[in-house]
C-alpha cells in the first residue's frame, strides 16, 4: 500500500515529502559519485579491460535512455509512477553488489559481470528517472519548483565532489594491480549499493499524486514519433542533436585513459580536474541560463558549442607539453574552459528541444529527441573503444627540417597518436553538428559576434563578483605543493612506462 498513489495530497505531507527530496539526493549523489564516472574507467582499467570494454561502458548509460520510450506507454498504462520509480531502482541498484562482486572474481568474468551490471544499472536508471520526471511534476507546486531542484540539485553536486575526491585519494594509496586495491573497489561499490536502497527506501516514503484517469485513446510509440519527425524545423534540430552528441562522445569517455595511460597521471589528479570543470560549471550555469532566456538557445549554442568543440581539439596539447608543471596548468585551464562550455552546451540543447515542441506534444517531441541523441551518444564511445588499438599502433609527425652551413636541424612541432586522433576526429564532426545547427530557426537569436561580447561582459561581472568575496579566493589557487607533486608523479610514471616498452 505505500507505493500506491494518493488521491489527495496535504499540504503538510508535500512540505515534508520536499525536505525528503533534498535528504534522498545526498544519498543518490553518493551512489554516483562512487561507481561512476572516473571512478568506473578506474575500476575497469584495473580489471584488465579493453578500449572497447570502456567503451561500452561509456555508451550504457546513453543506451539505457532508449527505454524512455516504451516507459512512456508503461506510465500511461499503468498509472502508478511510484512503484515504476522504486522498482526500478531496487533493481538497477542491485547489480551494484555484481558489480562489487566483480573485483574478486577471474579477470573475463569480472569484466562480464561489470559490464552486465552497468547496462544494467544505466537501464533501470532511465526507466525510473522517466517515470519520477513526471511524478515530482505534479507533487511539487509550480511555484517551488526551481527552489526545490536548485536545492536538491546544489546539495547533490556538494555531496558528489565530497565523496568522488574521497574514492580516488583511498584508490592512490593502493598499489596498481594489488589485492588492496580490489577490495577497495568492492567496498566502493559495496557502499554504493547501501547508499542506493537507502535512497530507494527514502523515495518510498514520498507521497505520489494520483494521475487522471486514463484516456480512451491509446497511442503506440510508432504513433507517438511520426509528427515530430514530420516537422521540418524539429527535424533539423534533432539532426543536430544527434550530430553533435555523436561528436562530443566520441573522444570525451575516453579523457580519463588518455590522462592516466598516457599522461601519466594518478587518479587524484584526474578527480581535482574533474572538481576543477564541475565547479567551473556551476558558476557559469547562472549567466548561461540568464541569456538563454534574454536572447535564445541557439545563440548560447553557437557559443558554447565550438568553445567546447575547440576544448577537446585543444586537448592534443597536452600531449605535446614535456614540462610537468606546465602540463598541470595547462590541463587545469582547459577544464575551466571545458567546464564552463559544457553548462552552456548542456542547458542550450535541453531548453531548445523544449522550446521548439508544440504545446500539448511536447512529451512526444521531447523523446523523439532523447532517443536520437541517446541513439548517437551510445553508439560514439563503442566506435571509439573498437577503433583505438588500430590508432594506438599509428602516428602522425610533422617535421620542419632547418639547413645551414652547421649542419642539418629537425624539430618537430606536432605529434599526434593514439587519443590524439579522437580528439582531432570529434573537432572534424563537431564542425559538422554546428553547421546543422546553423539550419535550425529559433525566434530571438542573435549573431554569434553579440553573443560573445554578452557573454564576456557577464564573465567579467562573474569575476569581479567571485573576487570580492575573500572566502572564495582560496578556490582559485590550488596549493603548488601538490601541482610540483602530481607533475612529479606523471613525469615518473611517463619515464617507467616507456622503459618498460624499450
Excluded at 93 to 98: D, E, I, K
Excluded at 225 to 239: G, H, S, V, W
Excluded at 425 to 432: E, Q, R, T
Aim: glycine share 8%; net charge positive; proline share 4%.
Amino acid at each position: 500500500m505505500a507505493l500506491q498513489p494518493q488521491h489527495s495530497v496535504s499540504d503538510t505531507e508535500r512540505d515534508r515529502a520536499l525536505r525528503q527530496l533534498v535528504t534522498e539526493s545526498a544519498f543518490a549523489s553518493t551512489t554516483t559519485a562512487l561507481t561512476s564516472g572516473v571512478i568506473l574507467t578506474a575500476f575497469a582499467l584495473h580489471l584488465g579491460a579493453s578500449n572497447l570494454v570502456i567503451g561500452v561502458l561509456a555508451s550504457a548509460p546513453f543506451l539505457g535512455q532508449l527505454l524512455q520510450a516504451p516507459t512512456i506507454l508503461l506510465v500511461e498504462r499503468l498509472r502508478q509512477r511510484k512503484l515504476i520509480s522504486v522498482a526500478s531502482s531496487l533493481i538497477g541498484r542491485g547489480m551494484l553488489a555484481l558489480m562489487a562482486l566483480s573485483a574478486f572474481l577471474p579477470r573475463d568474468l569480472g569484466i562480464a559481470a561489470l559490464i552486465l551490471g552497468q547496462l544494467v544499472l544505466c537501464g533501470m536508471a532511465a526507466v525510473g528517472s522517466c517515470a519520477w520526471s513526471a511524478w515530482m511534476r505534479d507533487l511539487a507546486p509550480e511555484d517551488r519548483l526551481g527552489w526545490v531542484f536548485a536545492r536538491r540539485t546544489s546539495f547533490a553536486a556538494a555531496i558528489s565532489l565530497v565523496a568522488g575526491i574521497a574514492a580516488a585519494v583511498v584508490l592512490d594509496r593502493t598499489p596498481e594491480g594489488s589485492w588492496w586495491r580490489s577490495l577497495t573497489f568492492g567496498a566502493l561499490y559495496g557502499l554504493g549499493f547501501v547508499s542506493g536502497l537507502v535512497s530507494a527506501w527514502l523515495t518510498a516514503r514520498i507521497p505520489e499524486p494520483a494521475m487522471p484517469p486514463q484516456p480512451d485513446v491509446k497511442l503506440g510509440l510508432v504513433a507517438l514519433l511520426r509528427e515530430p519527425l514530420a516537422d521540418y524545423n524539429f527535424r533539423q534540430l534533432t539532426i543536430f542533436l544527434a550530430a553533435w552528441q555523436f561528436a562530443i562522445n566520441l573522444a570525451t569517455p575516453f579523457f580519463t585513459v588518455f590522462i592516466v595511460q598516457q599522461l601519466g597521471f594518478d587518479m587524484t589528479f584526474v578527480m581535482v580536474l574533474s572538481v576543477v570543470s564541475q565547479l567551473s560549471n556551476l558558476v557559469a550555469l547562472r549567466n548561461w541560463g540568464a541569456l538563454a532566456d534574454r536572447f535564445a538557445n541557439k545563440s548560447v549554442l553557437l557559443v558554447a558549442a565550438p568553445t567546447y568543440i575547440a576544448c577537446i581539439v585543444a586537448m592534443i596539447g597536452a600531449s605535446q607539453i614535456t614540462h610537468g608543471p606546465w602540463l598541470v596548468a595547462y590541463l587545469i585551464v582547459l577544464h575551466l574552459f571545458m567546464g564552463s562550455a559544457v553548462a552552456g552546451a548542456t542547458l542550450a540543447t535541453t531548453s531548445i528541444a523544449l522550446k521548439l515542441s508544440p504545446k500539448g506534444s511536447s512529451t512526444a517531441y521531447v523523446a523523439t529527441a532523447g532517443l536520437a541523441t541517446a541513439v548517437a551518444a551510445g553508439i560514439a564511445p563503442i566506435l571509439g573503444g573498437a577503433f583505438a588499438d588500430f590508432f594506438r599502433l599509428r602516428q602522425f609527425e610533422l617535421l620542419l627540417r632547418w639547413t645551414s652551413p652547421q649542419g642539418v636541424a629537425t624539430v618537430s612541432p606536432l605529434r599526434l597518436s593514439q587519443w590524439d586522433f579522437y580528439f582531432l576526429i570529434a573537432g572534424v564532426l563537431g564542425l559538422y553538428a554546428i553547421h546543422r545547427l546553423a539550419l535550425v530557426q529559433e525566434s530571438g537569436e542573435i549573431r554569434r559576434g553579440e553573443m560573445v561580447q554578452q557573454v564576456l561582459l557577464h564573465t567579467r561581472r562573474t569575476v569581479r563578483n567571485i573576487s570580492t568575496v575573500a572566502g572564495l579566493r582560496g578556490l582559485t589557487d590550488l596549493p603548488a605543493g601538490f601541482l610540483r607533486d602530481a607533475s612529479l608523479r606523471a613525469r615518473f610514471l611517463r619515464r617507467q612506462r616507456f622503459a618498460d616498452r624499450g
